[in-house]
């Protein structure tokens, strides 16, 4: 199943906040994505009427099985992409950003590929 870019990002940046943090919050996910509380809020409801995440009584967010499995795809996607870039010389910064957006247009079965043919 595809989803947005954009829902992606968001689980992606759960995702990393959790490997940090003991509990994210809709303001950490602010912070880190530069974004207004209120935008957050609207977009973590949306991602838990889908079923990608789940928000207790205290406002901690953590990842269902469904979104984790997309967070942590995105996440290797990210990480593969931006380790090639860098390999290749590309700046840090640049190397990041690139992979940020690649990551969501690539598609499971060349990243696999790619995968297959470096780890050679």
Do not use: W
């Amino acid at each position: 199943m595809k989803i947005q870019e954009s829902a992606e990002n968001y689980l992606e940046t759960i995702f990393i906040l959790s490997q940090r943090k003991e509990f994210v919050r809709s303001i950490d996910i602010a912070n880190e994505l530069s974004f207004s509380k209120p935008s957050i809020s609207v977009f973590m409801k949306n991602l838990k009427t889908n079923g990608y995440i789940e928000m207790d009584g205290r406002g901690h967010i953590t990842l269902t099985q469904a979104g984790l499995s997309i967070a942590k795809k995105v996440y290797e996607k990210h990480m593969f992409i931006k380790e090639f870039l860098l390999s290749l010389g590309v700046d840090e910064e640049i190397a990041s950003e690139d992979a940020c957006r690649i990551e969501h247009v690539i598609s499971d079965e060349t990243f696999d590929a790619l995968k297959k043919h470096f780890s050679k």
